[in-house]
């Protein structure tokens, strides 16, 4: 058996085959980059997780061309469902963000609680529980449903009235 010499290869891949493509799994990076069509976040369940969210978000719509009045108010909404995600759910929590024909957006937060929230009216001096009544009000649709790991809570907002092209 004689031995490569240095900086040889020993074999060549096949010519018509490709090589192994990393597959992506759950266990995967906690942050996906953004697309033009959208972008996944994974979130740790800290409370520094709402303020990675935030920027992402914003940097992402940006990045989009969304108008900056729609902007603050998406960017608000998803802070609102990450947070309630940390506080009150168990389980990982992630987002996903969409930009659907350059008219709407559509957010998602998961978590893993199977338990749907609740709209409920606070007290003015209290400090918590408004979060899904402005959602209620920013959104143009919003919800939630049960999945067999948890739940997903979402909202639409439309950022214009004709589709745009992406930068």
């Keep these: 058996m004689t031995a490569n010499p240095?900086?040889?290869?020993?074999?060549?891949?096949?010519?018509?085959?490709?090589?192994?493509?990393?597959?992506c799994r759950r266990t995967g990076p906690?942050?996906?980059?953004?697309?033009?069509?959208?972008?996944?976040?994974?979130l740790?369940?800290?409370?520094?997780a709402a303020a990675r969210a935030r920027r992402t978000?914003?940097?992402?719509?940006?990045d989009w061309g969304v108008p900056d009045d729609a902007i603050d108010d998406i960017v608000l909404m998803a802070d609102e469902?990450?947070?309630?995600?940390?506080?009150?759910?168990?389980?990982?929590?992630?987002?996903?963000?969409r930009l659907h024909r350059g008219r709407c957006v559509i957010c998602k937060v998961g978590d893993g609680s199977r338990e749907a929230p609740r709209l409920r009216h606070s007290d003015s001096d209290a400090e918590?529980?408004?979060?899904?009544?402005?959602?209620?009000?920013?959104?143009?649709?919003?919800?939630a449903r049960v999945t067999t790991t948890g739940k997903v809570i979402?909202?639409?907002r439309r950022v214009r009235s004709t589709g745009v092209t992406f930068r």
Excluded: C, S, Y
Excluded at 6 to 23: I, N, Y
Excluded at 37 to 42: D, I, K
Excluded at 57 to 62: E, K, P, S
């Design 6 to 23: 240095p900086g040889a290869v020993a074999t060549a891949p096949h010519p018509l085959r490709r090589p192994p493509q990393p597959r």
């Design 30 to 42: 906690p942050h996906i980059p953004a697309t033009p069509q959208g972008l996944a976040l994974r």
């Design 44 to 48: 740790a369940t800290d409370p520094t």
């Design 57 to 62: 978000v914003a940097a992402a719509l940006r």
């Design 81 to 97: 469902l990450v947070t309630n995600a940390i506080e009150h759910a168990g389980g990982p929590v992630w987002l996903r963000l």
């Design 128 to 143: 918590n529980g408004r979060g899904l009544v402005l959602v209620a009000a920013l959104a143009d649709a919003f919800g």
């Design 154 to 156: 979402w909202f639409r």
